[in-house]
């Protein structure tokens, strides 16, 4: 099955970097995570000084980076902290692309700190399937002239990824994001899930490299 680069270009071991946001990364622990600034420059200058134009990574990953926000709770039962996406750090304003046919399903700002931000999730037809794919930590004015239902062509222009603070203030990256089931979520759904609920998620949320490619992350 052919899918359109999200990014416009493949994901290649030439321009993308693997980034470890695990407890097991110890120069984390020098890094002020409540500071976006601080944060953000941690992120690039490991990409400048790895000449890439892409940081990449986090499927099923148990982070680290979740403590600095509140969104994800913090009893340690229900803390959050396997990421259920992969993320695609790079500058602000990046485009990006419909991967495969389509429609809009719902798009809102998920206002916070720590959370998405302007996020869209589109609805496809895969193999008699149906297959939902999310975008968040995006531009605000990318969702102005969004319909709800909107048919959309692999290749389209879809989005920009977003500048902090408003894509939920994150270091500039796009979290992209597979489900098979929705529930009753609406411009939004669980990016980050608990270990308690990880066999639910891990079935529910394939591996969005499926669709990405990217040969770092085979």
């Not at 994901?11 to 622990?29: I, R, S």
Request: hydrophobic share 40%; glycine share 10%; aromatic share 14%.
């Amino acid at each position: 099955m052919e899918f359109f680069p999200i990014m416009g270009e493949k994901l290649t071991a030439e321009n993308t970097l693997p980034l470890d946001f695990t407890a097991a990364n110890q120069a984390l622990d020098a890094v002020n995570l409540g500071d976006t600034a601080e944060f953000d420059q941690f992120v690039f200058a490991r990409l400048n000084s790895a000449g890439k134009t892409y940081g990449i990574g986090g499927y099923l990953e148990n982070r680290a980076i979740y403590r600095r926000s509140e969104v994800f709770a913090t009893e340690s039962a229900d803390f959050r902290n396997i990421h259920l996406g992969v993320d695609i750090w790079t500058e602000a304003g990046a485009p990006v692309f419909v991967p495969y046919p389509g429609k809009i399903h719902s798009f809102q700002d998920n206002v916070g700190f720590g959370n998405y931000g302007p996020t869209i999730i589109l609805e496809h037809q895969i193999e008699g399937k149906t297959l939902y794919s999310l975008y968040g930590h995006l531009f605000r004015k990318d969702l102005e002239a969004l319909k709800i239902g909107q048919r959309l062509e692999a290749g389209e222009l879809l989005c920009h990824v977003g500048p902090f603070p408003e894509n939920g203030d994150w270091p500039p990256h796009l979290h992209f994001q597979l489900m098979w089931d929705l529930g009753e979520n609406w411009g939004d759904y669980p990016g980050v899930a608990a270990e308690k609920d990880l066999e639910y998620y891990r079935g529910n949320c394939p591996d969005p490299n499926w669709v990405l490619g990217c040969e770092v992350l085979n």
